[in-house]
């Protein structure tokens, strides 16, 4: 496995993420310690050194797992977390984004996974009652600390973290070196604003839920059931179009359609580092394969054609070539733009 910087920084993490919310079996569908450690494992043994959990996840137990992996060579893993999410339900200030929440669930976080620092610490999602400036300089305090190195953030809207990092860049607070969002051939809304957005400000991207929550492996289409409901745009008549496409996509190139998911991502994006997940080791040994191989450029027109998207306003407005003309004066295919 190759590596990248993770955005602006000089951190090294491996191309491909291992996603821990399967660590655990108390939501009723992950692993138990000792198929979790297999899948620790399988991912380390093929060079992987990037871990994404959160203190929500399973409960806490995914952190209380990853600790006991990690015990022995603490400090060639990244390890990232994430807090926002509840640690106690019913209990307003144990959920959010303010300060007290943040130094409480950072704590927490440090001790389940038994180590003295986090290497990136997410904001888990945007609640919009927590000011911008008092979760910037609360992350830069513990950047300053010690107890994290590297912040990110997840799941919210580009013009908040477009706020946030220019405030951060004009006190000297630490910003946001990565952006972790849902991105996948059957959700490309991240196209939009997000990665444009993570691209200009040399933001790393990890995104999840690139298999479409076991979508795009084609189940649906076998008729096998799962977690996501009948309804869901995961199973709609568009999604099942897609996931056909790369079924069949998978077969021309004798892969699984996981990895060509997967690919799509990778191909898609500059600077990203996919998060995968695994409820079995044959499941990551699966996923890890995609780095074997490229998608062909005419697969990947194929792909992006059925998969593809409106922009909306303004983009598509400002992408007409009547826009083009009337702010390049006839002149836009002369100029060379190394920015796009």
Known sequence: MKFK????????VSELCLGTMTFGTEWGWGADKHESKKIFEAYANAGGNFLDTANRYTEGTSE???????SADRDHFVVSTKYTLYDRNGDPNYAGNHRKNMIRSV????KRLHTDYIDV?????????????????GLDDLVRSGKVHYVGISDTPAWVISRSNMLAE???????VALQVEYSLLQRGAERDLLPMAQTLDMAVTPWGVIGGG???GKYLRGET????????RRSERSSDIAQEVVDVAQELGVTPTQVAINWVRQRVSNVMPIVGAKRVEQLQDSLKCLDFVIPDEIMTRLNEVSK????????????????????AGMYDQIINHRL
């Open 215 to 217: 979508a795009l492996t």
């Open 121 to 137: 610490f997410w904001v888990h999602m945007w609640e919009f009652t927590t000011p911008v400036d008092e979760v910037m300089r």
């Open 309 to 328: 998207i409106e922009l909306g306003f303004p983009h598509d407005f400002l992408s007409s070539e009547g826009m083009k003309q009337s702010a390049f």
């Open 5 to 12: 910087l993770l955005g602006k920084s000089g951190l090294r």
């Open 64 to 70: 209380t797992f990853l600790g006991d992996f990690i």
């Open 170 to 176: 004009l006190r000297g607070w630490s910003q946001f």
């Open 226 to 233: 799962g977690r996501v409901p009948e309804n869901s745009l």
């Open 107 to 110: 704590n927490e976080s440090l």
